[in-house]
Each structure stands twice: as C-alpha cells, then as structure tokens.
C-alpha cells in the first residue's frame, strides 16, 4: 500500500483550470489532490458527466455555486458534487486550499471530465460581482 506526502508532490496546472496550483494522485477507482486557487482566481463554471467528486475546503473561503446553491465556504465544509452538477467559486481570502477526490480515476488528471457550462459568462459575472461584495 502506498504512502504519499501530498505537500511534497510536483505541483501542475491542468488544462481545464489553469489558475488552480494541483499536486494529485491517482488510485485504482478514484484520483485525489490539493489544489490551490489565489485570491480572485475561480474556476469556471463546468460539470462532469462522467465523475462524481467531494471537495473539503481545508484552508480560505471560497463563493460557490453548486447547482442551484450559492454560498460562502470555508474550513471544514464539504461539497458533493453530482455527476452532471454545474459548478464554479472563486476564491475570497489569500488563497484557498481543497482536498478534492473524484471517481473514476481515469487518467488522473483532476480536470479530464471537464465540460464548460452554457451559461460560463452570466456565472462568471456573477462570481466577480461576489468577490467585489465579500472579497
């Protein structure tokens, strides 16, 4: 069985959030990792079709839309994130850091089922209009 020291591990940027800091692995059924965001950086609003995912918010506080929620998160908050579920947040404090699993593993890469919502530019609008209100 393997041990991994996460805060160790090569830090990437993927693709599909260019702005997230992500140090990951990858298991037999799912994929894990950090990742990072700094202050007014966000990820876009997108679903997984194919990928059911949890992320725990460890450090910061975050705005998120989660389907038909919005919200402030922070510490100790965990999200479930459905497959096919819009979602998007973007960061509030310094910087915000999430344990984030999501099954099936796939390649390992977390941003792999990445697939943009319809509505990325209201969202969006809407995500800076929050960081301006609470940031």
Request: aromatic share 6%.
């Given at each position: 069985?393997?041990?991994?020291?996460?805060?160790?591990?090569?830090?990437?940027?993927?693709?599909?959030?260019?702005?997230?800091?992500?140090?990951?692995?990858?298991?037999?059924?799912?994929?894990?990792?950090?990742?990072?965001y700094?202050?007014?950086?966000?990820?876009?609003?997108?679903?997984?079709?194919?990928?059911?995912?949890?992320?725990?918010?460890?450090?910061?506080?975050?705005y998120?839309?989660?389907?038909d929620?919005?919200?402030?998160?922070?510490?100790?908050?965990?999200?479930?994130?459905?497959?096919?579920?819009?979602?998007?947040?973007?960061?509030?404090?310094?910087?915000?850091?999430?344990?984030?699993?999501?099954?099936p593993?796939?390649?390992?890469?977390?941003?792999?089922?990445?697939?943009e919502?319809?509505d990325?530019?209201?969202?969006?609008?809407?995500?800076?209009?929050?960081?301006?209100?609470?940031?």
């Amino acid at each position: 069985m393997p041990y991994y020291k996460i805060f160790d591990m090569e830090k990437v940027r993927e693709d599909a959030s260019p702005e997230a800091e992500i140090q990951r692995v990858k298991g037999e059924l799912m994929k894990a990792g950090l990742v990072t965001y700094q202050k007014g950086e966000f990820a876009r609003p997108h679903a997984h079709p194919n990928e059911e995912q949890f992320v725990l918010i460890m450090e910061g506080r975050r705005y998120s839309i989660l389907g038909d929620e919005e919200r402030v998160v922070g510490p100790g908050d965990l999200l479930h994130i459905p497959r096919n579920t819009r979602h998007g947040a973007i960061t509030l404090t310094d910087k915000v850091v999430s344990f984030v699993v999501k099954s099936p593993a796939g390649t390992g890469v977390l941003g792999q089922d990445y697939h943009e919502a319809e509505d990325v530019e209201e969202v969006i609008k809407r995500l800076k209009s929050k960081l301006e209100e609470l940031g």
